[in-house]
């Protein structure tokens, strides 16, 4: 697992159990540490420990607080609400382990593969395109298409591949114009979602019954 942890985000919100050896992994007040629960245990339970917390944020039984202390975080209202700082607290990272991310990343590449069959089966090309170090999953250059795949329709993956749609599109504006932007995904996303990306001028891709759709008239497919 390639993962990095910060003591202050780990336990502002409560203290690890005593058999969680936090400060034995993290030693400073303030630090990046790089976890190897494969092969380190008292890494493994800090991780352990860490997803536990992510579990019971997202059923809705507060982060980050030990075993019989009842949580007095407040629902996610539906709606967007304005309110006091205290009550804005979240936590921006997930701990991923290493082997879910190969696992993610096989998905990915098996969704733009089948996508990339589709197309040629059209007689059409589906390349990518280099920015530098970076390089985003495809590009059709006589459509000006392009294309990020994910292997979830969760917003979180959503998120991510807008941010990369959005980079991408800024650096090779120069050279390629103004592209066509879309999100490959295994399928359709929820409406709100649909809503959101379509403010943000950002189609969607999925397959379905042996064939590939969009929500761009054609556009992709």
């Not at 969680?20 to 190897?36: D, G, M, N, S, Y």
């Not at 920015?131 to 985003?136: A, D, F, H, N």
């Not at 649909?194 to 969009?214: A, C, H, N, R, Y």
Request: glycine share 6%; aromatic share 6%; with cysteine.
């Amino acid at each position: 697992m390639n993962t990095t942890s910060s003591r202050d985000a780990l336990t502002r919100s409560g203290q690890p159990p005593s058999d969680v050896p936090l400060i034995e992994v993290v030693r400073h007040t303030k630090a990046l540490v790089q976890l190897h629960p494969e092969s380190n245990i008292a890494h493994r339970k800090v991780c352990e420990w860490i997803d536990q917390q992510l579990q019971n944020i997202a059923s809705g039984e507060g982060g980050g607080i030990t075993a019989g202390h009842k949580s007095t975080q407040k629902p996610i209202p539906a709606d967007p609400q304005i309110v006091s700082s205290p009550e804005t607290h979240q936590l921006d990272y997930k701990v991923q382990t290493k082997a879910k991310v190969i696992k993610a990343e096989k998905m990915e590449a098996k969704l733009l593969e089948s996508y990339r069959r589709w197309v040629a089966q059209q007689g059409r090309k589906l390349p990518a395109v280099k920015y530098k170090t970076l390089q985003c999953d495809a590009y059709e250059e006589d459509r000006r298409n392009l294309i990020e795949a994910k292997s979830s329709a969760s917003r979180e993956h959503i998120r991510m591949a807008v941010g990369q749609l959005l980079d991408y599109a800024f650096q090779g504006k120069k050279k390629f114009g103004e592209p066509h932007k879309a999100i490959l995904l295994p399928s359709e996303p929820r409406s709100d979602i649909v809503s959101w990306l379509d403010s943000l001028k950002i189609k969607i891709i999925w397959p379905e019954k042996g064939v590939f759709l969009d929500n761009a008239n054609g556009q992709f497919t």
